[in-house]
C-alpha cells in the first residue's frame, strides 16, 4: 500500500503543477478555434509548398488537439480537399507546437525543452515533406483519399467534425466578445478537455508508478547513461519506441518524458519520445482504417524518420549552445499542495474553468458531448441541428 501511495503521490504533485497551465492553453486555444472557421483552414493548406506548411504549422499550433482527435481532424481537412502533406504538417503542429505543452515542459522540466520542442517541430514537418516528396506516390495518394472518403469511424470523429467557429459578421473581437463567442469558446474548452482526460490521467499514473517503482539504475542501462555518445546517439530512435509501447499520447506523455530524463535518456531522446504521440499503436490502427495499410505503413516509417531526425538535431545543436541542462538537477515533483504561486494561479484558473463549464452546460453542450465519438459525417449533422434547436449559430 506504501507504495502505491507513493505512486500516487507522485501523479497529484505533478497534476498540481501544471492544472493552471492546462486551462490556459486550452482557453487560448479554445478562443482561436471560436473565431477561425474551418472552410478558412482549409482554403489555405491547398498545396504542399513552403509558405503553405509554414501555415499549416502556425494554425496547427494554435488549434490544440488531442492526438487522437489532431489525427481525425487531419482526415477531416484532406477529405475537404486540403493538401495530404499540408494536414499532416497541421496535425503534427496541433499536438506539438501548442501553448499548453510548451508550458508544462517549462514547468516540470525547464524551458530549454520548451524551446527544443518549438524548434524541432518545424524540422519535423521539414523533413516529413521531403520524405513525402521521394516516397509518397501518385496511386498510393489516390489510394488514401479513396479509403478517407469511406469515413471509416477511429477516434474522436464527431469531434474532429464539429466546426464550433462563431458564424456571422463582424471582425475578431465582435464575434468572440458576442454570446455566441462566449458560448462557442465554453464549448471548445470542455470538449477539448472531454478528448484529452483520459490519456491525461493514464500518463500522470503512469509516470506516477513508473517514478516510484522502476528504480534509476534499471533506465540508466536502458539509456546508456554512462557511455554520453552512446547515449546521444540512440536516444532519439529509442524515445519514440518507448511511447509507441506505452500508448500514451498528447499531453499525457510529458509526465513519463520527466521520468525518462531523470532516469537518463538523452536530451534529444526526449523530444523525439514526446513527438512520437503520433505513433502509437491504436494510432497507427487508426491510421490503418483512415488510409490504408500501404499508407499507415509509410506514415510510420516518415513520421519516425522526422522524429528522429529533430531529435538529432536538437541534441546537437542544443547540445552545441551549452543549452541542455544538467541530468543531475532533473526532480520529480514530489511537493504536493503548498501555498505558492502555483496554488494561487490552480484557483484562479479553476474559477476561469468553472465559468466556462456552467455556460457549457447552460447551452446545449452535453448533448454536443455525447456524439462526440460519433461518425464524421453523423457528428456534423447533429451538430448543426443541436446548435439550431438550443436557438445558438455558430
Same mark, same amino acid.
Given at each position: 500500500?506504501?507504495?502505491?501511495?507513493?505512486?500516487?503521490?507522485?501523479?497529484?504533485?505533478?497534476? #498540481?503543477?501544471? +492544472?493552471? %497551465?492546462?486551462?490556459? &492553453?486550452?482557453?487560448?486555444?479554445? @478562443? !482561436?478555434? $471560436? =473565431?477561425?472557421? /474551418?472552410?478558412?483552414?482549409?482554403?489555405?493548406?491547398?498545396?504542399?509548398?513552403?509558405?503553405?506548411?509554414?501555415?499549416?504549422?502556425?494554425?496547427?499550433?494554435?488549434?490544440?488537439?488531442?492526438?487522437?482527435?489532431?489525427?481525425?481532424?487531419?482526415?477531416?481537412?484532406?477529405?475537404?480537399?486540403?493538401?495530404?502533406?499540408?494536414?499532416?504538417?497541421?496535425e503534427i503542429a496541433s499536438t506539438n507546437m501548442v501553448i499548453e505543452l510548451g508550458v508544462i515542459l517549462a514547468l516540470l522540466m525547464g #524551458?530549454?525543452? +520548451?524551446? %527544443?520542442?518549438?524548434? &524541432?517541430?518545424?524540422?519535423?514537418? @521539414? !523533413?516529413? $515533406? =521531403?520524405?513525402? /516528396?521521394?516516397?509518397?506516390?501518385?496511386?498510393?495518394?489516390?489510394?488514401?483519399r479513396e479509403q478517407a472518403e469511406r469515413g471509416v469511424a477511429g477516434s474522436m470523429e464527431g469531434h474532429a467534425a464539429m466546426d464550433m467557429?462563431?458564424?456571422?459578421?463582424?471582425?475578431?473581437?465582435?464575434?468572440?466578445?458576442?454570446?455566441?463567442?462566449?458560448?462557442?469558446?465554453?464549448?471548445?474548452?470542455?470538449?477539448?478537455?472531454?478528448?484529452?482526460?483520459?490519456?491525461?490521467?493514464?500518463?500522470?499514473?503512469?509516470?506516477?508508478?513508473? %517514478?516510484?517503482?522502476?528504480?534509476?539504475?534499471?533506465?540508466?542501462?536502458?539509456?546508456?547513461?554512462?557511455?554520453?555518445?552512446?547515449?546521444?546517439?540512440?536516444?532519439?530512435?529509442?524515445?519514440?519506441?518507448?511511447?509507441?509501447?506505452?500508448?500514451?499520447?498528447?499531453?499525457?506523455?510529458?509526465?513519463?518524458?520527466?521520468?525518462?530524463?531523470?532516469?537518463?535518456?538523452?536530451?534529444?531522446?526526449?523530444?523525439?519520445?514526446?513527438?512520437?504521440?503520433?505513433?502509437?499503436?491504436?494510432?497507427?490502427?487508426?491510421?490503418?482504417?483512415?488510409?490504408?495499410?500501404?499508407?499507415?505503413?509509410?506514415?510510420?516509417?516518415?513520421?519516425?524518420? %522526422?522524429?528522429?531526425?529533430?531529435?538529432?538535431?536538437?541534441?546537437?545543436?542544443?547540445?552545441?549552445?551549452?543549452?541542455?541542462?544538467?541530468?543531475?538537477?532533473?526532480?520529480?515533483?514530489?511537493?504536493?499542495?503548498?501555498?505558492?504561486?502555483?496554488?494561487?494561479?490552480?484557483?484562479?484558473?479553476?474559477?476561469?474553468?468553472?465559468?466556462?463549464?456552467?455556460?457549457?452546460?447552460?447551452?446545449?453542450?452535453?448533448?454536443?458531448?455525447?456524439?462526440?465519438?460519433?461518425?464524421?459525417d453523423h457528428a456534423d449533422h447533429e451538430h448543426h441541428d443541436t446548435h439550431r434547436h438550443d436557438g445558438h449559430r455558430h
Amino acid at each position: 500500500m506504501d507504495a502505491i501511495g507513493h505512486a500516487l503521490s507522485i501523479a497529484g504533485s505533478m497534476t #498540481w503543477e501544471v +492544472t493552471w %497551465a492546462l486551462i490556459l &492553453g486550452f482557453t487560448l486555444s479554445a @478562443v !482561436v478555434q $471560436a =473565431v477561425v472557421r /474551418r472552410s478558412t483552414v482549409v482554403r489555405l493548406l491547398g498545396d504542399d509548398r513552403p509558405g503553405t506548411l509554414a501555415m499549416s504549422a502556425g494554425l496547427g499550433a494554435a488549434s490544440s488537439s488531442c492526438s487522437y482527435a489532431a489525427v481525425a481532424l487531419a482526415r477531416s481537412l484532406f477529405r475537404k480537399g486540403a493538401d495530404f502533406t499540408a494536414a499532416m504538417a497541421f496535425e503534427i503542429a496541433s499536438t506539438n507546437m501548442v501553448i499548453e505543452l510548451g508550458v508544462i515542459l517549462a514547468l516540470l522540466m525547464g #524551458w530549454q525543452f +520548451t524551446a %527544443a520542442e518549438f524548434a &524541432g517541430g518545424p524540422i519535423m514537418i @521539414v !523533413v516529413l $515533406a =521531403v520524405l513525402f /516528396r521521394i516516397f509518397l506516390r501518385e496511386h498510393l495518394l489516390r489510394q488514401a483519399r479513396e479509403q478517407a472518403e469511406r469515413g471509416v469511424a477511429g477516434s474522436m470523429e464527431g469531434h474532429a467534425a464539429m466546426d464550433m467557429s462563431v458564424q456571422g459578421e463582424g471582425g475578431f473581437a465582435r464575434r468572440l466578445l458576442s454570446r455566441d463567442g462566449f458560448t462557442s469558446v465554453s464549448h471548445i474548452f470542455v470538449m477539448e478537455w472531454a478528448a484529452i482526460l483520459r490519456d491525461l490521467v493514464a500518463g500522470l499514473l503512469i509516470a506516477g508508478a513508473i %517514478a516510484a517503482w522502476v528504480p534509476d539504475d534499471f533506465w540508466q542501462t536502458f539509456f546508456m547513461a554512462d557511455h554520453p555518445l552512446a547515449a546521444k546517439l540512440i536516444g532519439p530512435l529509442v524515445g519514440p519506441l518507448v511511447a509507441i509501447a506505452t500508448f500514451v499520447c498528447s499531453i499525457g506523455n510529458v509526465p513519463l518524458a520527466v521520468v525518462l530524463w531523470k532516469g537518463g535518456i538523452s536530451f534529444g531522446g526526449v523530444i523525439a519520445f514526446i513527438y512520437a504521440d503520433l505513433l502509437i499503436l491504436p494510432i497507427l490502427n487508426i491510421y490503418r482504417k483512415y488510409y490504408g495499410p500501404r499508407m499507415a505503413a509509410l506514415l510510420l516509417f516518415t513520421f519516425f524518420a %522526422a522524429m528522429a531526425v529533430a531529435g538529432y538535431v536538437v541534441e546537437f545543436v542544443f547540445g552545441g549552445l551549452g543549452l541542455v541542462p544538467d541530468q543531475a538537477d532533473a526532480k520529480i515533483p514530489e511537493e504536493g499542495v503548498t501555498w505558492n504561486y502555483t496554488t494561487w494561479l490552480n484557483i484562479s484558473f479553476l474559477l476561469l474553468a468553472a465559468a466556462l463549464l456552467v455556460r457549457f452546460w447552460r447551452t446545449g453542450g452535453p448533448a454536443m458531448l455525447r456524439i462526440m465519438g460519433g461518425s464524421p459525417d453523423h457528428a456534423d449533422h447533429e451538430h448543426h441541428d443541436t446548435h439550431r434547436h438550443d436557438g445558438h449559430r455558430h
